[in-house]
C-alpha cells in the first residue's frame, strides 16, 4: 500500500518562501506522477502544480505560475514545492498526491497524504 508525506509547512510572512516536502513510499516512485493541491477553510481543494513520471513535464495552476516549482527526486523518493513570493491568498492546507503514471491537474490520485499548513501572514 503506497503511502504519501508531507512536510515543510509553516507560518510565514508575505514575500517569504517557503519549500514542501512529499515522499511516496510502498510504491515505485519512478512510476508515479505526483500533484499538489490545496483547501482553504470553507474552500474546495483546488489544483496547485503537478509533475510526470519522469520529470519531463510540469503543469501549474495560475495563480502560482512564476512564484512556485515543482520538483521530483528520484533517489530519495521526494517531489518537492517550491514556494516563492507568498501571498496571505496561498493560505491553506497543502496536499500531496500520487498517481500512477498519468499525471492530472484534476484530484483523481490513488494515494494522498494528510497535509502540512501554510500560513502566510500580510
Known amino acids: 500500500q503506497g503511502q504519501v508525506v508531507e512536510s515543510g509547512g509553516g507560518s510565514v510572512q508575505a514575500g517569504d518562501s517557503l519549500r514542501l516536502s512529499c515522499i511516496l513510499s510502498?510504491?515505485?516512485?519512478?512510476?508515479?506522477?505526483m500533484g499538489w493541491f490545496r483547501q482553504a477553510p470553507g474552500k474546495e481543494r483546488e489544483f496547485v502544480a503537478a509533475?510526470?513520471?519522469?520529470?519531463?513535464?510540469?503543469y501549474y495552476a495560475d495563480s502560482v505560475k512564476g512564484r512556485f516549482d515543482i520538483s521530483r527526486d528520484h533517489h530519495k523518493n521526494t517531489v518537492y514545492l517550491q514556494m516563492n513570493s507568498l501571498k496571505p491568498e496561498d493560505t491553506a492546507a497543502y496536499y500531496c498526491?500520487?498517481?500512477?503514471?498519468?499525471?492530472?491537474?484534476?484530484?483523481?490520485?490513488?494515494?494522498w497524504g494528510q497535509g502540512t499548513q501554510v500560513t502566510v501572514s500580510p
Open positions: 509533475i510526470s513520471w519522469n520529470g519531463g513535464s510540469t
Open positions: 510502498g510504491r515505485p516512485f519512478s512510476n508515479y506522477a
Open positions: 498526491a500520487a498517481r500512477a503514471f498519468r499525471v492530472s491537474t484534476t484530484p483523481d490520485y490513488e494515494y
